[in-house]
């Protein structure tokens, strides 16, 4: 007797999907968070350059920049 997975395969790929959704809102605050900063930076200590880096300058999933 076989049992019917795809339920489960259904309901993997809607987690799967929301996953990426919540990190991409993640990302877009850190970014939004980061330039903001960086505008603080330059307005109050003349900052030239600001550089960003870890996780929020990931271009793909677990690759820093």
Known sequence: MQM???PYIVR???REVS???SLKRRHD???ELARTAA???RNAYGAKR????GSVAQTK???DL
């Open 39 to 41: 505008e603080l930076l």
């Open 12 to 14: 993997s790929k809607q």
């Open 4 to 6: 019917d997975v795809s």
């Open 61 to 63: 999933e677990g690759v």
């Open 29 to 31: 605050k850190a970014w």
């Open 50 to 53: 600001v550089a960003v880096f």
């Open 19 to 21: 996953r990426k959704s």
